[in-house]
Structure formats: C-alpha cells, structure tokens
C-alpha cells in the first residue's frame, strides 16, 4: 500500500495464467487473465485493515459499505460465477475461540437502538463461528410478525422492513469483551424512489407486522386457554357439582375459537386450502405486507387505507379477547378458587 513501490504475492485462488490488466472500482480488485475470463476479489477494505492488524487477537474489521438493494448469491455452479452476497458483509477474527465461549454480533440503527442480534449460544439467531477468520451476512432485515407452527397463509410476508440507508454500527461480543464498528447502508443507485419514500415504506411495513404479531400472539393465547377449557370439560363432564361451570367452559371455548377464525383461516391443512377456503384477517394484511414490500416505494393511498380498514378489523377482535380475558376468565377462575382450584392459567 505504497502506490506499488513493494509488492507481495497474492494468488489464492486465480489460475496460473497471464494478467492483461488489472483496476480497482468501489475499493474491489478486478483483474483481467487471458484465456481465464475474469476475476475479482470483493472489498480491499479488509486487506487494508490487515495490514496494520494485530492477527494474534480477536478483531472486528469495519464494514463496507453496502447498497440497499435486492438479489442473492449462489454458489457452486459449474457454469456461471457467484455473485456477491446480499447484505452488510461482517469480517471478524476470533482468536483461540472455544465452543463454550459466547459470542454475538449486534447492529444498532442511527439512534443506537438494538436491530438484532445473533449468538453463538441463540438457537433461533444462530451465529455460526470457528476459531480465525469469520463472515457473516446482515440481510438488512428486521424482525417481523411471529408465524405459528403450522400456520399456512396464502402470499402473504410476515417480513419485517428492510433498513432505510443511513448510518449504523455494529458490536462483536465475545465473553463480554466488546468492538464496535460503524458502516453505512447506501440507497440502491438506480432506485427511483427517495429518501423519504423509503421511510414511508419502512414506517408501514413496520407498522403491519406489530399488528399481525399482536395477533398471532393472541392467537397462541386462545388456543394456550382452549386446551385448558377442553380438558377441563373433558375431566368434569359427569360432575354435577361444576355442571354450570363446565357448560361456561364450553361458551368460552366458542367465544375463544371464534375470535381465532375470525384472524386466521383454521380449516387450512395444506398449501392448496386457502383456493378452498377465504383467507382471514391476518392473511389478508400479510399479503399487503407483501405487495409494499416489493422495490422502495412508499405505500399508496389504496395501501394505507386497505391497512387502516384491516387493522381497524384486528384491533376489533384482540379488544373482544382481551375483554373475554379480563371478565370471563377472571369470574371463571374466582368461580373455581371458591372450591380452592384454580384451573385457568394465561401466560404473558
């Protein structure tokens, strides 16, 4: 890095061919062989921190910055290259690492709210690492709505919105020894859409998850109680001391079931069933999520008041289970503490 008074080799994996020329374009390496087509190595960011980097310890390198844009990489073709991931490329070294030590990566946003995190030790954000030299693609991506196991929707994204371009950092946390890095995600150069259009996308999207999640989470809740009601019913049926309480177990039941198929569609089995069967509120509002998700515009009138009329609707149906939960619940559980028993339990 001496404007080319030194040189070193540098031949990973290129072949041993001719190289008829060589340029650098957004701080990547391109060169071009003769014969062998041509090749590239991705961010130079990383050499240039090598080089005066302490290798002996664990360090986080500063990410390049990345374009907010769509697309994939795939590899292991035989016929075609691999493109670049999508997404903010994080290089780290972790020195003598163990499998019982704990490490994590966090990004934050400009205002240094946490985005995610992703851990060594985090079943569902699973960090996947080795002693040396690590990589790990941000997809740019927040969390969304919870999808209940064996939920089936029909075109529908419980997606959370994609990170608008700005300034953001990221720590690398290993036994609690923490670097931070800042990076910057940078708006696609061919996208039409603005600044302010992005955040207009980004408010809704954000928006319609918070809504679908407060749903499924209820949803969880209903069938947490069902089960209980229905056991209940089941245990008690030829006890004539609780008869008026196993009848009330069975209104709460339905109450319960039909605020449920009033948000989702419980007769889907398979993939196929939403052609059988109209997909619900929650599916509806997930396929909205959808479409805005699609580029970077901004939402239109149609979208926000599709959206206004859908969540009016959910919000309809979480205050009737929340009334259900606060009143019916509660009156059944006294009902039963009188005998001593508590039998209705509902989890946070």
């Known amino acids: 890095f001496n404007d080319g008074k030194d040189w070193k080799p540098f031949q990973l994996n290129l072949p041993i061919v001719p190289i008829t020329d060589l340029t650098i374009k957004d701080n990547n390496l391109i060169v071009a062989t003769?014969?062998?087509?041509?090749?590239?190595?991705?961010?130079?960011?990383v050499i240039h921190q090598l080089y005066d980097a302490d290798l002996s310890a664990t360090m986080l390198f500063k990410p390049k910055?990345?374009?907010?844009?769509?697309?994939?990489?795939?590899?292991?073709s035989k016929t075609s290259g691999t493109n670049h991931p999508n997404g903010v490329i994080t290089y780290f070294n972790l020195k003598g690492y163990k499998d019982d030590d704990k490490?994590?990566?966090?990004y934050f946003d400009t205002k240094g709210d946490t985005i995610k995190t992703y851990s060594t030790k985090d079943k569902k954000n699973?960090?996947?690492?080795?002693?040396?030299?690590?990589?790990?693609?941000w997809n740019m991506t927040y969390d969304g709505a919870e999808r209940l196991k064996g939920m089936i929707l029909w075109w529908a994204s419980l997606q959370g919105p994609r990170a608008i371009p700005g300034n953001y950092k990221v720590s690398l946390n290993v036994n609690d020894e923490v670097q931070t890095e800042?990076?910057?995600?940078?708006?696609?150069?061919?996208?039409?859409?603005?600044?302010?259009?992005?955040?207009?996308?980004?408010?809704?999207?954000?928006?319609v998850n918070k809504t679908m999640d407060d749903a499924h989470k209820s949803i969880k809740k209903i069938r947490a109680v069902n089960k209980q009601l229905g056991a209940f019913q089941k245990q008690y049926a030829a006890d004539e001391n609780?008869?008026?309480?196993?009848?009330?177990?069975?209104?709460?039941?339905?109450?319960?079931?039909?605020?449920?198929?009033?948000?989702?569609?419980?007769?889907?089995?398979?993939?196929?069933?939403?052609?059988n069967f109209p997909i619900k509120l929650t599916n509806k509002l997930g396929?909205?999520?959808?479409?805005?998700?699609?580029?970077?515009f901004a939402p239109t009138e149609q979208d926000i008041a599709v959206k206004n009329e859908l969540t009016g609707e959910i919000e309809k149906q979480l205050a009737a289970f929340n009334t259900i939960l606060n009143d019916e619940?509660?009156?059944?559980?006294?009902a039963f503490n009188a005998k001593q028993l508590n039998y209705l339990f509902v989890e946070d």
């Open 329 to 334: 619940v509660k009156a059944f559980n006294a």
């Open 242 to 275: 609780v008869k008026e309480l196993v009848e009330k177990a069975k209104a709460l039941e339905e109450q319960l079931s039909n605020i449920e198929k009033e948000l989702y569609q419980t007769k889907n089995r398979s993939g196929q069933d939403p052609l």
């Open 182 to 207: 800042s990076f910057t995600i940078l708006a696609d150069p061919r996208a039409e859409s603005t600044l302010a259009d992005m955040q207009k996308q980004f408010a809704f999207i954000k928006d």
């Open 287 to 296: 396929h909205l999520n959808s479409l805005v998700s699609m580029g970077d």
């Open 126 to 137: 699973k960090l996947t690492v080795e002693d040396g030299a690590n990589q790990f693609v």
């Open 103 to 106: 490490v994590s990566l966090t």
């Open 65 to 76: 910055d990345t374009y907010r844009m769509r697309g994939g990489s795939r590899a292991g």
């Open 34 to 45: 003769q014969g062998r087509s041509v090749w590239m190595i991705d961010d130079l960011s």
